[in-house]
Antibody, heavy 119, light 107 residues
């Protein structure tokens, strides 16, 4: 079955960068796109965008254009989210998710990776 | 972007009760709507897609309905394991957008 395993919690200072990984297994990595979703503490879900795992082309939601980067290591079936120039408002749990059925339906999720930003 | 408005924001119900959560889209999303359940400390899990199709392994006490801009999630015979937050999400227009969530607790 599809499994997405994310990297562990991160503690960073404002202005630093963080890289979160999402390793996929149980399917052919390039068959399905990878989505990223942000959840700030005690808040709801915010769609960040997705990356086409076949072409490597990322697409970002408007709030995540600029400091956020999606990229792949296809040989390792792994997707990455990098956040540059961290700000306090980036403190959140970040989920990767994929869809094996309908485009836009996230039917498999990683366990989440928490990012704490503190000076 | 399409705005998704969920109600209520929180809900308290008794075991065995029937619970309904509403989701309204700012424009017609043609049933391209999913519902997710997120238990405390866990990642979201898909419950329903295409407004009324049950995802694999989801108990039949969950059901979805609606069309146009108005959708609902119904939980029949509430169980203790249903304590969670529930989110709707539209995938008709990019970017996909989520509702604000409904936190369901036991009374």
């Amino acid at each position: 079955q599809i499994q997405l395993v994310q990297s562990g919690p991160e503690l960073k200072k404002p202005g630093e960068s963080v890289k979160i990984s999402c390793k996929a297994s149980g399917y052919t990595f390039t068959n399905y796109g990878m989505y990223w979703v942000k959840q700030a503490p005690g808040q709801g879900l915010q769609y960040m965008g997705w990356i086409n795992t076949e072409t490597g082309k990322p697409t970002y939601a408007d709030d995540f254009k600029g400091r956020f980067v999606f990229f792949l290591e296809t040989s390792a079936s792994t997707a990455y989210l990098q956040i540059n120039n961290l700000k306090n408002e980036d403190m959140a749990t970040y989920f990767c998710a994929t869809n094996s059925g309908y485009e836009g339906v996230m039917d498999a999720w990683g366990q989440g990776a928490s990012v704490t930003v503190s000076s | 972007d399409i705005q998704m408005t969920q109600s209520p924001a929180s809900l308290s119900a008794s075991l065995g009760e029937t619970v309904t959560i509403e989701c309204r889209a700012s424009e017609d999303i043609y049933s391209n709507l999913a519902w997710y359940q997120q238990k405390p400390g866990n990642s979201p899990q898909l419950l329903i897609y295409d407004a009324n199709s049950l995802a694999d392994g989801v108990p039949s006490r969950f059901s979805g309905s609606g069309s146009g801009t108005q959708y609902s999630l119904k939980i029949n015979s509430l169980q203790s394991e249903d304590v969670a937050s529930y989110f709707c999400q539209q995938y008709n227009n990019y970017p996909w957008t989520f509702g604000g969530g409904t936190k369901l607790e036991l009374k």
